[in-house]
């Protein structure tokens, strides 16, 4: 980082030799060069700045813009509730993992991760030769995944114990929505979830 005098004395030194640019201290063309040199500071701070601020780890003045660009807050993460050092993690966490799972055994591993037993089936696209009677699947299917959630909860309705407006059935099913959906599956799958009672 530079100081106010490092500008003054490079502003001094592009001046043209000769007696008329006077720049001693309290001339006037000093007084200039030193409103120069403290905007020239004011201005290398913030590049300094700006280099610590796209670093998403430590960024302060662009988490907002970190966030608005991975569509956050979103039904997983609200920023309301979090703290800062929360927002950034989750900003890290999702850049970390744009580029998604690979394999099947990964989808079962990090689910089992967050307590989830789940099966996970790959669209296979049909082919010459293949069983007669089999279910036809273009070939589109081999971009489609099924996620069978095996341990899970379903929360049926019940006369007396549920209000107007609640629906009859619902699925705790919003983790295993945010872990795998969000960060973790690559953005060119389609999947679907089918959810089963434990």
Same mark, same amino acid.
């Given at each position: 980082?530079?100081t106010k005098q490092d500008y003054i004395r490079?502003?001094?030194?592009?001046?043209?030799?000769?007696?008329?640019?006077?720049?001693?201290?309290?001339?006037?063309?000093?007084?200039?060069?030193?409103?120069?040199?403290?905007?020239? *500071? $004011?201005?290398?701070?913030?590049?300094?700045?700006?280099?610590?601020?796209s670093d998403p780890r430590y960024t302060l003045?662009?988490?907002?813009?970190?966030?608005?660009?991975?569509?956050?807050? %979103?039904?997983?993460?609200?920023?309301?509730?979090?703290?800062? %050092?929360?927002? $950034?993690? #989750?900003?890290?966490? *999702?850049?970390?993992?744009?580029?998604?799972?690979?394999?099947?055994?990964?989808?079962?591993?990090?689910?089992?991760?967050?307590?989830?037993?789940?099966?996970?089936?790959?669209?296979?696209?049909? @082919?010459?030769?293949? &069983?007669?009677?089999?279910?036809? =699947?273009? %070939? #589109? =299917?081999?971009? @489609?995944?099924?996620?069978?959630?095996?341990?899970?909860?379903?929360?049926?309705? $019940?006369?007396?114990?549920?209000?107007?407006?609640?629906?009859?059935?619902?699925? %705790?099913?919003?983790?295993?929505?945010?872990?795998?959906? &969000?960060?973790?599956?690559?953005?060119? $799958?389609?999947?679907?979830?089918?959810?089963? #009672?434990?």
């Amino acid at each position: 980082m530079h100081t106010k005098q490092d500008y003054i004395r490079m502003f001094t030194q592009l001046l043209p030799p000769g007696d008329a640019w006077e720049a001693s201290e309290n001339s006037f063309l000093y007084n200039i060069f030193a409103g120069w040199a403290e905007e020239c *500071i $004011r201005f290398e701070q913030r590049m300094l700045d700006l280099m610590d601020e796209s670093d998403p780890r430590y960024t302060l003045e662009l988490l907002p813009d970190f966030e608005n660009d991975l569509g956050l807050p %979103d039904q997983c993460f609200l920023t309301a509730e979090a703290t800062i %050092d929360q927002r $950034r993690q #989750e900003v890290v966490n *999702i850049l970390r993992n744009r580029q998604g799972l690979f394999s099947l055994p990964q989808i079962r591993e990090v689910s089992a991760m967050f307590g989830f037993e789940v099966e996970v089936e790959e669209g296979i696209p049909s @082919y010459f030769g293949g &069983r007669f009677g089999s279910r036809f =699947s273009p %070939d #589109e =299917s081999k971009y @489609y995944i099924t996620i069978r959630q095996i341990s899970g909860n379903i929360i049926r309705a $019940r006369f007396g114990a549920s209000h107007f407006g609640e629906r009859f059935t619902k699925f %705790d099913n919003e983790l295993l929505y945010c872990v795998l959906l &969000r960060p973790v599956i690559r953005a060119d $799958r389609a999947v679907t979830f089918i959810f089963t #009672e434990s």
